[in-house]
Structure formats: C-alpha cells, structure tokens
C-alpha cells in the first residue's frame, strides 16, 4: 500500500472551508484518518450526519491527539485560544497550518505561543464560496485555485514541501510569498471588493427615500452583483479587516481618492475624464476571463438568464 | 388576420438594445415590418448580415417614414440632434419612444423639439447584459425585466397602453412612475453600484505596488464580480451619470459616507459595528433571491464552477 502523505488531520472548524478541506482530503484518500473538532454542537452533528470526516471530537484536546497534520479552518481571532489550549496536546514533530485570509498581524500574534518541536506553516486557499457553515462545503472547492503559503523562516523546507503537496493533491495550485506581500494583494483583490460591496449593500438597505422593495424589485439593473459578496460570512469578515487593517485602510484611502475625482467629474460633467476611465477597466475584465479566472458566459451565466431563454424556446415549441 | 399592434416600428441605434428590440419584436410578430438605422455603417452592415430588422436604412430621415412607432435606443447625449433631425420628418400621430436610462434632465431637454402631433412617450426597460453593440442583441433580453415608463402630462392615456401592451408583448412587466422617482431608484440600484464598480476596477489597475498580474491571477476572491458591470459600454455611461448628476451625487455622498464609518470602525478596530453591518447586508441578498431577482447558485452558477465539479466526475469515471 502506497504510503499517504499524513497519518492522520486534524480539522479545527468545520465551516465551509473546513468541510470543503476534509471531504477533498477524503476524496483524494490524503490521511489515514481525518478527526474534525468544532467548537458549535450543532456543527458537530451535522458533520456526522455528512460524514465529513472519519471522528467527530468532542473537545479540541482530543481532536489533536496523534495527528501529524493540525490545519485550523476558524475565523481569525480564535487563533490564540485555539493554539494555547491545544499546544501542549500536540504530537512532537506535528505541522500546524491554517487557511486565515490575513497573516503578518496573525503570524505575529500566534508564532511564539508553540513550543519549538511544532512546525506552523501558514496557509491561505483562495477560495469560497458566499455561503458558509458545514452544509455549504463541497469537495471540488479547491480545484484549479490557489492556494498562498507564507513560511516561516524556522520552517523546515522538508514540512513546507509536504504542505505545498498537500494543496496540489487536492487539485489547487500553489504560490509562496512573504506575509506583508500576501496581505497587500490581498486587500486589493478581495478585502477591498469585500468591504466596498457590504458598504453599499448597507447604504442602499437604509436610504429612506426608496423603498426596500423597490431596490429588490430592480436590483438586477446592477446593485444584485453587489449583495453576492455582502452576504459572506459577517465574524470571518470582521476578523479579515481587524487582522490586515493597515493594508485595508490604505486602500480604502486610495479607493476614496478615486471616488472622489470621479464624483468631481460627475459634478463638474467632464465627459472626457468619465469615458477615460470608463474605457480603461473594459480591458481588466477582458483579461481576467482570458487567464480563466471568471466565466466568458454573459450575465456571469447566471442560470435564470439561461432559464428565460429555454423559456421562451419551450414557449415557441 | 389579426391587426398588428403597430404597421411599422423604427429602430434607431442598434446596439445591444436596440438589436434585442428589434429582434423581439419580429419574433413575436408586433408590426408589419421594423426599419433600423445606426449612424455607424459597420453596425449597418452587421445588421443586415444578422437580419435584425426588415430593412435597414442608410439615412435617420429615410428610417422615420411611414413609422408610426419610433424608439430611440442611442445614448442619452445623442437625442436632440436625433430628434431635431428626424421631426420634420416623423408622420402626424406617430409615436416616439426610448430605452435611455435617466428620464428628467432628457425630457427637460427634448420634450420641447416635438410638433405638437407627436406623442413622446419616455421608457427604460430595465435590461442588459454587460455586452454591447449589435451581435451582443438577443430577443428573450426583456422576458421577466421590469420596464418603466414616465409618461408626460399631455400623453394620451391610449397613447400610453400602446407602449404598455408593447413591453407586456415583449415579456416584460411594466411599471409606471414619475421621472424623478425613476431617477432616483436607478441612482441608487444602478447608477451608483456601475459608478462603484468603476472606480474599484480603475483603482487597482492603478496600484503600482501590486502587479496587474497578481490582481488578475487572484481576482476570483472578490475582485472580479465588479469587473462584470465595469465593463460595459462607456459611452451609454458617461451619459447616464451626466444626466442624472443631482440623484447620482446624492448617492456618492451617503456612500462615501457609509464608508468613512467604515473605515472609522476599522481603524479603531469597533468589532461590533463591524459585525452589525455584515450580518444585515446578508438579508438584502435573501430578499433578492426570495424575490426571484437573482439566481440562488453558489457563485452565481458561474460556469467554470460547474465545469471545475464535471472535471472532477470525470476523474474519478
């Protein structure tokens, strides 16, 4: 029998991405065993009536025990809790990793609270979904998309590569860079995106002077492509902006900066400066669908788009 | 045989709506015979070549004879000349109507150019994609859509049912109010997400310290949703925003606003506001969805989702 590349995983939060991580672990025969720990009962349940993993741990203490892999899929700012109550439970010689959209700030807080035989390799997939708790995962989520490692300088090449297989193993590709280089392209390909899409889902939600049904009724005029983003997880978000602040509130200051020259040249009707800018970022979208990073299809291909048409061709029959 | 609705529909302009128009309205057989015009010969050429329309005309005067329905589907900027050029030539009784996507400022501004035996009978079908131009046209583009009409004061009321029964005929529900509110409710469910939109795509296409590679390799975890709607046409948009400057500005400033607490809340690191402001945007989405005006796949339903999960069915086979 072919060696696997773990014993056995522990999965600390079982959300989606948690989920998502030991059904693709199962599915790609990964471990020998996988052990899945959340700290909501009714998590817990649901992951044994998924068979999301092989055990389901009542405590976290005895989920670590004897696993060689520790991967902590929870939202920032347990990190602390979680690491000082599981450290001195932990296996010598075990990896930890995590899937934490931030890292400088959580790297600083977290990397001296292990004892020197522990291993803690950061990690972050980038991948999702807006839907979340253990329902929403699926085993497919990680194919084809990328996966960040931001080692440690007292990590060993050796644990590093075996982390790296890990991510391919389950479909993903994957890159290496340094943590503040991580947060900084992060905040301005999914913080900032995320931030500006609840902040105008929030400005909409209280204008008095429309309607709330109104703004529901002819939402499909532009404002819905909005609401997908503004309705991911509320405590992994809030965590996310607390965790990479200073990279956040750089690029809001940037984003602002923008706005603000664009409202001037609403004001002021400078229609040279509106086209400008209107013509440049056509071209954006036109390459990331080239580098296969979002769907050619109109509308995103959004299925009732494509039941309207199968509508009107059954109408027509 | 049954009376046609209208005996000949002019169709001026033949980007994505006004192909779409014309398109739906030979379908489902609403006038005898659709003329179409686009200043543009290669657009001339490409209709002919899609037949779009029953004849295309070389001239706006030549399109307009005969018509007793003419729908200008241009932007907004180009009406006066339009209409200045056509009027001589329009037959008495006919009716003019629009697809523009901001009624005050236009009305204001055209209303006055028409004899009085012109009914101009203001509409916007709430419809797109973000293509454009003539091959982006399909005639199932208004089925479900909501259309709004602003009537003026001296349209006749059988006037008005004409244009009504036409959208109805088309697929499309219709809704009647006055130009101010319909300027309104666009600022905030379409003008200001394409502003926002906009500028979020300008601005990491201006961010020296990321690379565009990396905005284009890591956009699926937020980016790329926006660059969806800041791809469409920029010259429809320069003018949209220019015609609806008063509601568009009121909008930019409740967002900037909304933002600035934002990132207040950041800064200060307030996890309650935070947390407050995610959990609520999550609702709209439900409503949006509940209401039929969005789909309820993950991630849209984007295609290379589905693709990504037929992949891995297929690995396994």
Redesign the interface.
């Known amino acids: 029998m072919k060696k696997k590349l773990f014993n056995q995983i522990s999965v600390i939060g079982l959300g989606l991405i948690g989920s998502s991580f030991s059904l693709a672990i199962k599915k790609n025969k990964i471990a020998n065993k996988v052990v899945g720990y959340s700290r909501s009962s009714s998590t817990r349940k649901a992951a044994k009536k998924l068979n999301l993993v092989d055990t389901v741990a009542n405590s976290l203490v005895k989920s670590v025990k004897g696993s060689d892999l520790i991967i902590i899929c929870t939202p920032l700012?347990t990190y602390p809790k979680i690491i000082n109550e599981m450290t001195p439970h932990l296996e010598k010689n075990s990896i930890v990793t995590d899937v934490g959209s931030a890292k400088l700030t959580t790297i600083n807080e977290v990397s001296g609270l292990f004892s020197k035989f522990i291993q803690f390799i950061p990690a972050h997939p980038?991948a999702?979904?807006?839907?979340s708790g253990p329902y929403?995962g699926?085993?497919?989520l990680f194919?084809?998309?990328?996966c960040i490692l931001t080692p440690l300088k007292n990590n060993k090449p050796s644990s590093v590569n075996k982390i790296k297989t890990l991510w391919k193993s389950l479909?993903s590709k994957v890159e290496i860079m340094s943590p503040e280089r991580h947060d900084?392209?992060?905040a301005?390909?999914?913080?900032?995106?995320?931030?500006?899409?609840?902040?105008?889902?929030?400005?909409?939600?209280?204008?008095e002077?429309?309607t709330?049904q109104?703004?529901?009724?002819?939402?499909?005029?532009?404002?819905?492509?909005?609401?997908?983003?503004?309705?991911?997880d509320?405590?992994m978000?809030?965590d996310i902006?607390?965790k990479n602040?200073d990279a956040?509130?750089e690029?809001?200051g940037?984003?602002?900066e923008?706005?603000?020259a664009?409202?001037k040249a609403?004001?002021w009707?400078d229609?040279k400066t509106?086209?400008k800018?209107?013509?440049?970022?056509?071209k954006?979208?036109?390459?990331?669908i080239s580098?296969?990073?979002?769907?050619d299809?109109?509308?995103?291909?959004?299925?009732?788009t494509r039941k309207?048409?199968s509508?009107?061709k059954n109408r027509k029959k």
Do not use: C
Request: proline share 3%; hydrophobic share 40%.
């Open positions: 700012s980038i999702g979904t807006e839907q929403a699926f085993p497919e194919i084809d998309r990328w479909g900084r392209v992060m301005i390909t999914s913080h900032l995106p995320h931030l500006i899409a609840y902040n105008i889902v929030s400005t909409a939600a209280d204008l002077t429309v709330k109104e703004i529901i009724k002819y939402s499909a005029s532009g404002f819905r492509d909005f609401t997908r983003i503004a309705s991911s509320p405590v978000w809030r902006f607390l602040k956040v509130l690029m809001i940037r984003f602002s923008d706005l603000s664009l409202q609403v004001r009707e229609s509106l086209h800018i209107f013509s440049r970022t056509r954006v979208r036109e390459k990331i580098a296969g990073q979002d769907t299809a109109v509308d995103f291909g959004r299925s009732n309207k048409i509508k009107i």
